[in-house]
């Protein structure tokens, strides 16, 4: 299975900071078969990222995500108040498909 | 919009058996894949398997395979998770997600809100 090992746990930020989150895999995912979801307590995750860098629709351009084989990142390049929650990578390139465990962004 | 919802949260006893439900609206039902994931209390998402409910096609993560039943009733636009004997170790939040392709290949875009189950003597 594909080990995907999120970073940093927690993120501590203020709105209108930059927030830059990691998602490390433990063997190359293939075709950039990546994708990031927001989740926030008691709703279903949204899907934010596909392809490693693609928007899903109606996802505002402040979300970005990039990287290919083991590294990828998810940016969102100014906090907006609605954005602090938990978010998390998916890999969807080889089974079983595999998440990982959450980064959290709270607000400092 | 698009809606996956689920069944409302359930208290079991060890050994008891569960089936929990995941309805779609607003999408043809018959051409995507739902898929049924497991979030332990206080820990990551794991996948826990998929069917294709056109033809019941049904994909099992090797971890699950044997210890659930996904199954799905197009007449009804619903999925299925079910259980024939829980353990406390089953206790955990329960999501179900849409998805174009089984295996690999595309994402989940849509999920359901989750189903708390919770297995206690």
């Known amino acids: 299975d594909i080990v995907l090992t999120q970073s940093p746990g927690t993120l501590s930020l203020s709105p209108g900071e930059r927030a830059t989150l990691s998602c490390r895999a433990s063997?190359?995912?293939?075709?950039?078969?990546l994708a990031w979801y927001q989740q926030k307590p008691g709703q279903a995750p949204r899907l934010l990222i596909y392809?490693?860098?693609s928007r899903a629709s109606g996802i505002p351009d402040r979300f970005s995500g990039s990287g290919s084989g083991t590294d990828f990142t998810l940016t969102i390049s100014r906090l907006e108040p609605e954005d602090f929650a938990v978010y998390f990578c998916?890999?969807?390139?080889?089974?079983?498909?595999?998440f990982g465990q959450g980064t959290k962004v709270e607000i400092k | 919009e698009v809606q996956l919802v689920q069944s409302g949260a359930e208290v079991k006893k060890p050994g008891e058996s569960l089936k929990i439900s995941c309805k779609g609206s607003e999408y043809s039902f018959t051409t995507y894949w739902i898929g049924w994931v497991r979030q332990m209390p206080g820990k990551g998402l794991e996948w826990m398997g998929i069917i294709y409910p056109d033809d019941s096609d049904t994909r099992y993560s090797p971890s699950f395979q044997g210890q659930v039943t996904i199954s799905a009733d197009k007449s009804i636009s619903t999925a299925y998770l079910q259980w024939s004997s829980l353990k406390a170790s089953d206790t955990a939040i329960y999501y179900c997600?849409?998805?174009?392709?089984?295996?690999?290949?595309?994402?989940?875009?849509?999920w359901g809100q989750g189903t708390l189950v919770t297995v206690s003597s």
């Open positions: 063997q190359s995912v293939t075709s950039s078969y």
């Open positions: 998916h890999q969807y390139s080889s089974s079983p498909r595999t």
């Open positions: 392809g490693a860098s």
């Open positions: 997600a849409r998805s174009r392709a089984g295996i690999s290949g595309t994402p989940v875009d849509y």
